[in-house]
């Protein structure tokens, strides 16, 4: 089953905007992780944020957390054509024998040279 | 290395073949997952292992078996599988859980 909801599913900026991405999760979580996928392969970890931190900044990419609405954002400053892929939100729930890492449906970027 | 190696990248199988596919990890990870991934859809957890035993099963049918050699290791035993199972399959290992999880690059699925 699905835990997040990505919005937009879809989004195309030209290069040098910003691009946002938010996403809703259902359940109480222990942590709220984003992915990237090129092209249908693998997925690359971007960042994490755990469920007591509200903002946490990577390079270009900044992600915000808030448990109150169950909501998170990714922000990605300055795009470049490179950054065109799919971003998938992911929550941690769970513990020990229960754990899942559930990845929500997704939004495709695409940035326009 | 912090890689997790999937084999093959490609594979396309009857009906009534059996297959596996391998996936690797030389990390020292204790949890290790398969997702099955249809086109313009979200990675869908199937299994999760812990430890090298089971700990998730997502009601996936028999005809995907699961197995975990040692610490390294990740089978999917594939059997009497129906074209709707033709996806990606993506095999991650993570350190333990609630850290991030590195992803091999699949293998694609076909079933005809």
């Known amino acids: 089953s699905q835990q997040g909801e990505e919005d937009p599913q879809a989004l195309s900026i030209q290069e040098g905007e910003n691009a946002t991405m938010n996403c809703s999760y259902k359940?109480?979580?222990?942590?709220l992780q984003w992915y990237r996928q090129n092209s249908g392969r693998g997925l690359v970890h971007l960042i994490l944020?755990?469920?007591?931190?509200r903002e946490k900044h990577s390079g270009r990419l900044r992600v915000t957390l808030d448990t109150s609405k169950k909501s998170s954002s990714l922000l990605i400053t300055a795009s470049r054509a490179a950054d065109t892929a799919s971003y998938f939100c992911a929550t941690d729930t769970g513990g020990g024998s229960n754990y899942k890492l559930t990845f929500g449906k997704g939004t495709l970027l695409t940035v326009n040279p | 290395d912090t890689e997790v190696t999937q084999t093959p990248k490609h594979l396309v199988m009857g009906m009534t073949n059996k297959k596996s596919l391998k996936c690797e990890q030389h990390?020292?990870?204790?949890?290790m997952y398969w997702y099955k991934q249809k086109a313009k859809k979200p990675p869908e957890l199937m299994f999760v292992y812990s430890y090298e035993k089971l700990s998730i099963n997502e009601s996936v049918p028999s005809r995907f078996s699961p197995e975990c050699p040692n610490s390294s290791l990740l089978n999917l035993h594939l059997h009497a599988l129906q074209p709707e199972d033709s996806a990606l399959y993506l095999c991650?290992?993570?350190?333990?859980?609630?850290?991030?999880?590195?992803f091999g690059q699949g293998t694609r699925l076909t079933v005809v």
């Open positions: 990390m020292g990870h204790r949890a």
């Open positions: 359940t109480s979580i222990n942590n």
């Open positions: 944020i755990r469920s007591n931190e």
């Open positions: 991650a290992s993570s350190q333990v859980f609630n850290t991030e999880a590195f």
